[in-house]
């Protein structure tokens, strides 16, 4: 069952008795009718107690009665409240002039298997409503509803419905595999020595990660040079994958061939261009690998760009998505936080800005500041912020105080 954790599931999981399945004491204290105790002091008599695990058969509780009750344990019949047993004295007499302890007073002392409890008192201090302080049967969920809907990612709350329903096998849907390919003549594979004008290759595995923590698995693709023939092939590759992610060459630039190539390939673009930095060139479509003689079914791609910071954030915001969608899990909305900016930001207008920034505070206050970096290709800045700070189209200026949208990665 652990295994299904982060999977989507393929079908529903449904109560399998009502939850709770009885009505349950929320608090530790005394089980009685609340109108008995709605003029306090009330002093009732105290006919037993009911632990957690006990069947509540055997007790029924009367006119002028209570009985002691802990937290998960049934309600005895005849109770329809809990007092908290920070509101109670126990008495050894119904005439005591005054209560002699509070709580569970004696009863903690000598042997609670005999049943100490009985024909004991207690003194009620303060008056509870009917239904107070325990959760009735079947008003978390009725046996045969729906706890989690076919296609719920599951998390550790998910974890904890499939236990409760004790559903130990389950149906999940296959993980989408996610091909990734890094384009650029000037990139060399990792265990290889970077010549001068040389750098390694980040991007694949940087998305690679982010393909995992999606709920996907990555496939790695070999360095694509910017050479038609050689990007073809491994395109055509990258499309056995349910989904192909490429990287890098989608800019102007005289050698940025991808969508030159998955236009030969007769790909349908979706979109060319998004109004946000980083990312601008960010395509999106889909192709059909179309091997002669053979029809194959239409996968879709991104070409995203090869800043690192770039493939990072349009992976967040575009590609993450898509993912959920071929994983058959339900859409998620992208969530942006609020913080306070601790320093100015300037930027300029046009286009929506995801700067890299330290997410920090705690409890209420939020702060968020940018960080100090070099640009988009700054990765060792970039691993050391934890967010995104949004900077809306119009904004040319914020001013520290302000309040701000914050993505989270
Ligand atoms: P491009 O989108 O191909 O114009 O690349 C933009 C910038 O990102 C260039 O400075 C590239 O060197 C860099 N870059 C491209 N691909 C990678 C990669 N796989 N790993 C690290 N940096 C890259
Ligand atoms: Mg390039």
């Avoid at 070999?222 to 023939?229: H, R, T, V």
């Avoid at 330290?358 to 960080?371: I, K, P, R, Y």
């Amino acid at each position: 069952m652990l295994s299904a954790w982060g999977r989507v599931l393929a079908g529903p999981i449904v109560a399998d008795r009502d939850f709770p399945p009885f009505d349950r004491a929320a608090r530790d204290g005394y089980a009685v009718r609340a109108q008995d105790a709605t003029s306090v002091p009330a002093r009732l008599e105290v006919i037993g107690e009911i632990k957690a695990g006990d069947a509540n058969g055997a007790l029924s509780v009367r006119a002028g009665q209570a009985a002691a009750i802990m937290t998960g344990a049934p309600l005895p019949a005849g109770a329809n409240a809990v007092v908290m047993v920070e509101h109670t004295a126990l008495l050894s007499d119904p005439n005591a002039a005054k209560a002699a302890a509070s709580g569970w007073g004696t009863l903690s002392q000598g042997s609670r298997d005999e049943n100490t409890t009985t024909n004991k008192w207690v003194e009620i201090q303060r008056s509870v409503k009917a239904g107070e302080n325990f959760v009735p049967r079947g008003s978390e969920a009725r046996a045969g509803q729906i706890l989690l809907e076919r296609g719920s990612r599951l998390d550790h709350a998910g974890i904890a419905v499939l236990a409760s329903v004790g559903e130990a096998t389950i149906q999940v849907f296959r993980k989408p595999r996610v091909a990734v390919l890094a384009t650029g003549d000037e990139i060399v594979e990792i265990d290889r020595n970077p010549g001068p004008a040389q750098i390694r290759n980040s991007n694949t595995y940087s998305l690679a990660a982010q393909v995992q923590r999606a709920g996907a698995e990555a496939v790695l693709l070999p360095i694509a040079p910017d050479e038609k023939e050689r990007l073809r092939e491994l395109i055509h590759e990258g499309l056995d994958a349910d989904l192909l992610i490429l990287a890098g060459g989608v800019s102007m630039g005289k050698h940025d061939l991808v969508e030159q190539v998955l236009g030969e390939l007769e790909a349908e673009f979706y979109f060319t261009g998004a109004l946000i930095q980083p990312g601008r060139p960010i395509v999106f479509g889909r192709c059909a690998p179309g091997r002669a003689g053979m029809s194959a079914p239409h996968k879709y791609f991104f070409g995203l760009p090869g800043n690192p910071v770039s493939t990072m954030v349009t992976f967040e915001l575009f590609v993450r998505p898509m993912i959920e969608a071929l994983a058959g899990a339900k859409g998620q909305p992208l969530i942006f936080l609020k913080a306070r900016l601790t320093s100015d930001v300037r930027t300029k207008t046009g286009l929506k800005r995801f700067l890299p920034a330290l997410l920090s505070g705690e409890f209420e206050n939020a702060d968020v500041e940018l960080a100090r970096w070099q640009g988009s290709g700054d990765i060792a800045a970039l691993a050391a912020s934890n967010c995104y700070l949004v900077v809306p189209p119009d904004r040319q200026q914020i001013a520290a105080g302000e309040c701000v949208s914050v993505m989270m990665r």
